[in-house]
């Protein structure tokens, strides 16, 4: 099952192989909850949003045409999920995530002492890094932190997020470029050292 | 306005190439140390992002996805919209030879199940095909006297809560003036002569088996219930106060178990009082009142 395409699984899953279903979960279910995750800065809401999202893509899948690729519609389907969320949170409470890998060796070495060097103070030193830089995200509009997200955590080039998005690839750049720059001001203020 | 300008296009070269034009009016910009500075800038937050560590979905997320669809059953197949037509087509046909072959009141009750309404028979509270065997009052309950007992030990501590009414329920689908009823999206109070729309259809009285939630402040749990609420399928409504929301949902027997197992694992939500009114002849739990407080 696993070296099955997405294609081939939901072909599987709309003649009722619901084990080809629970494959596109195990594929997508990191990304789609780290993606959620660092956008909510909730790790339950994450969970309980994420959950609806792959019901909804199981729901819907019989819509799914093919145009884009199936990542590219189930990130759809996710972030349309994180703004109908965010929408219903007029205020929000920050609870803080822990995250699962710290100090994984061979991880960026930003923010994160050498490898080989993770004492308790430095784990706890970089847990900050990582709470002030989320701290951040959650600083900005919603537009410019989902354009953010994808584009520097996801890793997304802008032609995919502006498919993933449905805006045009100017309003993805435009909006990725005024994000940075708020993001420079916020973390200027908030993360010493941040000028190297 | 140099630093913008040499912003602008080092945020662009972050995103991809520069044409020559560009990159050699970039190059120029950054003799400037302002400009070197800010484009570092830049650099230096979108490294930062990018520095933090992937989240794991939790190992449950799979689980859990994976009982909800198979209790859900085969993905909905779309038809195409001339399909949809002929089918809509074809059922009104249906419906009118059945309308004009039958004018008593026996013809009138088939017409309702040919159109797939979900209604109580309003005489003895049974229900009609296609009812959810799990989402409505039991026969033989006194809707009065459990509304009563929901909403008796809480008003006093929620002095703005809403004044949810108690009254009968024995014929849902003929709304009552002046009554309450909770719908898929709103709670709703029918007045004199008010027309109702389809989705009211669904609407369901607030004598039917319910959960009432109390939360105490907070929009993070007011969100988290609502997700608790929509996962289980449940039909909620609330309102909210300065300092306080009120939930009220209606939520399938079967599902009250989980709802209570999800507020318990949350860290936002505290379960601070439960009580089970149960069905008089299974002894099955099928009213909770729940009180939450933030944590």
Redo the contacts between chains.
């Keep these: 099952m696993a070296d099955k395409s997405d294609e081939i699984l939901i072909q599987q899953?709309?003649k009722?192989e619901?084990e080809a279903?629970?494959e596109l979960?195990?594929r997508y279910?990191?990304r789609?909850?780290?993606l959620l995750?660092?956008l909510c800065h909730?790790?339950?809401?994450?969970?309980?949003?994420?959950?609806?999202v792959?019901?909804k893509v199981?729901?819907?899948?019989?819509?799914f045409r093919g145009s884009s690729g199936f990542y590219t519609w189930l990130y759809r389907i996710a972030t349309n999920a994180y703004y109908s969320?965010f929408r219903?949170?007029?205020?929000?409470?920050v609870?803080k995530?822990v995250?699962?890998?710290?100090g994984?060796r061979g991880?960026?070495?930003?923010?994160?002492p050498p490898s080989g060097e993770f004492s308790p103070d430095s784990i706890a030193s970089s847990r900050e890094?990582?709470e002030i830089?989320?701290e951040?995200?959650d600083s900005l509009s919603e537009d410019y932190r989902v354009v953010?997200?994808l584009?520097?955590?996801e890793?997304m080039?802008?032609q995919h997020i502006a498919e993933v998005l449905e805006w045009p690839v100017g309003t993805v750049?435009s909006r990725?470029?005024r994000a940075?720059?708020e993001?420079?001001a916020k973390?200027?203020e908030m993360?010493p050292g941040?000028?190297? | 306005m140099n630093t913008e300008r040499a912003?602008?296009l080092h945020?662009?070269k972050?995103?991809?190439p520069l044409n020559a034009e560009e990159e050699a009016e970039l190059e120029a910009l950054m003799k400037d140390a302002d400009c070197r500075?800010?484009a570092?800038?830049?650099d230096?937050?979108?490294?930062?992002?990018?520095?933090?560590?992937?989240?794991?979905?939790?190992p449950e997320?799979?689980g859990?996805?994976?009982q909800?669809?198979?209790e859900?059953g085969?993905?909905?197949?779309?038809q195409p919209n001339w399909v949809l037509g002929w089918i809509a087509a074809g059922i009104a046909a249906l419906l009118a030879i059945v309308l004009l072959a039958s004018r008593d009141p026996a013809g009138s009750s088939k017409q309702t199940e040919l159109a797939g309404h979900e209604k109580k028979n309003s005489a003895t509270g049974s229900k009609s095909k296609g009812q959810n065997e799990d989402s409505i009052a039991q026969p033989g309950e006194d809707p009065d006297n459990m509304a009563a007992q929901l909403r008796e030990p809480f008003h006093a501590d929620i002095p703005n809560a809403p004044n949810v009414e108690a009254h009968s329920n024995t014929s849902p689908r003929r709304f009552e003036s002046g009554r309450l009823y909770i719908g898929p999206r709103s709670q709703f109070r029918v007045n004199e002569g008010e027309s109702l729309s389809p989705e009211h259809e669904n609407s369901q009285s607030l004598s039917d088996p319910h959960v009432e939630i109390l939360a105490k402040s907070?929009?993070?749990s007011?969100?988290?219930l609502?997700?608790?609420l929509?996962?289980v399928g449940a039909t909620f409504t609330y309102s909210r106060t300065e300092d306080s929301f009120t939930f009220v949902a209606v939520v399938s027997r079967n599902k009250v178990s989980e709802v209570v197992e999800r507020i318990e694992?949350?860290?936002?939500l505290e379960l601070k009082k439960r009580r089970h009114i149960p069905n008089g002849k299974s002894r099955t739990p099928t009213t909770l009142v729940l009180r939450l407080n933030l944590r």
């Excluded at chain 1, 219903?88 to 409470?93: A, D, E, G, L």
Aim: with cysteine.
């Design positions: 899953t709309l009722g619901l279903f629970d979960v195990r279910q990191d789609v909850f780290n995750c660092r909730n790790e339950h809401d994450a969970e309980d949003l994420a959950q609806g792959f019901i199981y729901d819907s899948l019989s819509e969320h219903h949170s007029k205020t929000r409470k609870i995530t995250p699962l890998e710290v994984a991880e960026s070495s930003v923010g994160v890094t990582f830089i989320q951040a995200i953010v997200v584009r520097h955590i890793q080039e802008c750049k990725l470029h940075r720059n993001l420079k973390l200027r993360l941040f000028e190297l | 912003e602008e945020s662009q972050i995103d991809g500075r800010e570092a800038g830049l230096r937050a979108a490294e930062l992002v990018e520095s933090l560590p992937k989240m794991k979905a939790p997320l799979a859990a996805i994976q909800q669809i198979r859900q085969s993905p909905n197949i779309s907070g929009s993070v007011g969100v988290k609502q997700s608790i929509a996962n694992r949350s860290e936002s």
